[in-house]
Antibody, heavy 120, light 113 residues
Framework: QVHLQESGPGLVKPSETLSLTCTVS?????????WGWIRQPPGKGLEWIGS???????YYSPSLTSRVTISEDLSMNQFSLNLKSVTAADTAMYYC?????????????WGRGTLVIVSS | DIVMTQSPDSLAVSLGERATINCKSS????????????LAWYQQKPGQPPKLLIY???TRESGVPDRFSGSGSGTDFTLIISSLQAEDVAVYYC?????????FGQGTKLEMK
């Protein structure tokens, strides 16, 4: 059974970099699928941040592309999110998720999420 | 960006009654080449991540009860719960996966009347 688990600091200071890791168990991220990040501000809706494929192909939301990097550690079966120059608007629950296939980008498996608060 | 607009924002339905949630996209999410609508529906309960219910606008994910159904094409889509159960109380989101950025509707909160 495939399982995704987010981890990282729950509190980040404004202007600093938010860094999160998603650990995948039960499936090798170097085999197939796009893997990515989605966030949800408290009480609000969902926003896709970006996704990657193990070949090195990465796609980001245009609204975040200047600040975001998604990278992978295939040996650890993990992938990471770095979001720089954060503000209070980046406070959100951050989910890692898997797409159903490389050509159909709905998300069929999600982690439980990790809450990140941006505050000094 | 393709903007997804759901209606209503909230909905109260009696146990056993039908719930209908609408989703409209700012441009068509239908691909002529494969005759598919790139539209999914999710259910999110408090404190939980979203759960995939429907994809390709009308295909139920494995394990999803058949009281959930999706329909529509092009820009207008509908999620119907044919007979509301207590466990269906949640927020429901539509999502287009036609193009980057992959956008969600604002959500519809479904409550029990």
């Amino acid at each position: 059974q495939v399982h995704l688990q987010e981890s990282g600091p729950g509190l980040v200071k404004p202007s600093e970099t938010l860094s999160l890791t998603c650990t995948v168990s039960g499936y090798s991220i170097s085999s197939d699928y796009y893997w990515g990040w989605i966030r949800q501000p408290p009480g609000k809706g969902l926003e896709w941040i970006g996704s990657f494929y193990h070949s090195g192909t990465t796609y980001y939301s245009p609204s975040l592309t200047s600040r975001v990097t998604i990278s992978e550690d295939l040996s650890m079966n993990q992938f990471s999110l770095n979001l720089k120059s954060v503000t209070a608007a980046d406070t959100a629950m951050y989910y890692c998720a898997k797409t159903s296939s490389t050509w159909s980008w709905y998300f069929d498996l999600w982690g439980r999420g990790t809450l990140v608060i941006v505050s000094s | 960006d393709i903007v997804m607009t759901q209606s209503p924002d909230s909905l109260a339905v009696s146990l056993g009654e039908r719930a209908t949630i609408n989703c409209k996209s700012s441009q068509s999410v239908f691909y002529n080449s494969n005759n598919k609508n790139y539209l999914a529906w999710y259910q999110q309960k408090p404190g939980q991540p979203p759960k995939l219910l429907i994809y390709w606008a009308s295909t139920r994910e494995s394990g999803v009860p058949d009281r959930f159904s999706g329909s529509g094409s092009g820009t207008d889509f509908t999620l119907i719960i044919s007979s509301l159960q207590a466990e269906d109380v949640a927020v429901y989101y539509c999502q287009q996966y036609y193009g980057n950025p992959y956008t969600f509707g604002q959500g519809t909160k479904l409550e029990m009347k």
